[in-house]
């Protein structure tokens, strides 16, 4: 194996050159397609999905939430369409759970407020 130092740097980027705004978008839609995969939503049929696991979306929404909530003010017109997406995810949960969470108690919801 070639010692890390040997690796190619054509598409490395110093992450001091990056804009805090790509971090926050590129962690937000990582998060976002992450509990999307959770809920199964990439399947045909989510409720088969070998790949839902409830317990697991529920900590990558609220993450998501946590995040979008505290950045948005930094997002511009970022902030829309990621919000537009976590508000998805949490109606997603909700018709996917079995017990529903009380309103204002389902994942992220301290956060963004009860989603309907």
Known sequence: MA?????P?????????VPSIEVISKASIMLLSAAAER?????????TSPRRDLDEARRLITALAGLVTASAEYLGPH???????LQSVQRAFREASIVPDEPGQGPGEKYTGPVY
Request: charged letters at 35%.
């Open 39 to 47: 809920l199964g939503l990439a399947d045909e049929d989510p409720d």
């Open 9 to 17: 740097t054509d598409n490395v980027r110093d992450l001091s050159d």
């Open 79 to 85: 902030a829309g369409p990621l919000r537009e997406g």
């Open 3 to 7: 010692p890390v130092t040997d690796l």
